[in-house]
């Protein structure tokens, strides 16, 4: 009894060894061929000379469509009426900037504005305007995506609208902040639900959340609370639904206090004695006013009388 069981336990410890080995072998050959695969489609990528951006409409030909064509069409695709483009075509010239060699300052600017409203990655906004990257395929794989992401032709003149836009002159003619000696809103004052108990307010103050691509080292800062790839922004808009001031870069993790704080050291100056209006995510002090936490808010009712 103890031969015929020594026996099948050496027979068991067999099958397990040829298990191991087929296991070990099966993932060397997976292992093999996900090499392969990555080596050829490497090599397809980054070596095959076929043109990839050959669009018979270029991004140069597109912008002259949407400036002849329908006024609503400029409107929908870039955000901005055609004299608005126009108008800002004239500042960035008076500014100083031209024309490259290869891109028209016409075609600069609708870079900035389609990604700004789209939100789409710099690969897609690539590929609306057939603007491809530099050629990189000398240098290693690690490196190339690096290289790449530098030297995209439509990454460079978005930067560059970016800071023509954030900067002085252009910014500082036109962001103007409601001053201390600002008047009364007549959407407040004409109003008695609302006069005299706002007359201080200056407009409303709340952020907002825009959707964005950030690299994989980014993307979990970026992961808002309800699981989407987002900015946070902090928006102003006074009473007669006009934006006073924007204030972006936080990632979507950011709550709505601490780019409030980051704004009013940096460049958010709000006059003595006037306040904004936000909601119960901001701080309690002397520039905002906030809803009482813990306080039930009848707004439906409100909103039905008259008076109050």
């Not at 491809?132 to 995506?145: Q, R």
């Not at 900015?231 to 007669?240: E, K, S």
């Amino acid at each position: 009894m103890n031969i015929n069981a020594n026996d099948d336990d050496y027979a068991s410890d067999e099958e397990e060894d040829l298990d191991e080995e087929d296991l070990i072998v099966q993932a060397a050959v997976t292992a093999a061929i996900s090499a392969a695969f990555v080596v050829i489609d490497y090599s397809q990528t980054y070596y095959d000379k076929t043109p990839y951006h050959d669009s018979a409409l270029s991004g140069a030909a597109w912008v002259c469509e949407l400036l002849r064509g329908h006024p609503k069409r400029i409107r929908k695709e870039l955000g901005v009426h055609k004299h608005i483009f126009r108008a800002l075509i004239v500042a960035l010239q008076d500014a100083g900037h031209r024309r490259s060699k290869f891109v028209t300052l016409e075609e600069q600017l609708a870079i900035f504005l389609y990604t700004c409203v789209t939100g789409l990655s710099l690969v897609h906004v690539c590929e609306r305007f057939q603007r491809a990257t530099e050629t990189a395929s000398k240098y290693v794989y690690s490196y190339v995506i690096i290289v790449m992401i530098a030297n995209l032709v439509c990454c460079r003149y978005f930067l560059k609208m970016l800071l023509f836009f954030s900067s002085a002159p252009f910014y500082n003619d036109y962001v103007k902040l409601p001053r201390a000696d600002a008047p009364i809103p007549p959407e407040i004052r004409n109003n008695p639900k609302f006069y005299p108990f706002f007359k201080d307010a200056l407009g409303a103050i709340d952020g907002t959340h825009i959707n964005c691509c950030p690299s994989a080292a980014d993307r979990q800062a970026a992961r808002d609370r309800k699981g989407g790839l987002t900015q946070n922004c902090l928006a102003i808009c006074g009473f007669d639904m006009v934006f006073y001031y924007m204030f972006s870069g936080w990632e979507g993790s950011a709550a709505d206090s601490t780019m409030f704080h980051d704004a009013r050291v940096t460049d958010l100056p709000v006059p003595p004695g006037r306040y904004y209006l936000a909601d119960a995510g901001f701080p309690t002090c002397a520039s905002l006013v906030i809803p009482i936490r813990g306080k039930r808010y009848h707004l439906l009712e409100w909103s039905r009388a008259d008076l109050r």
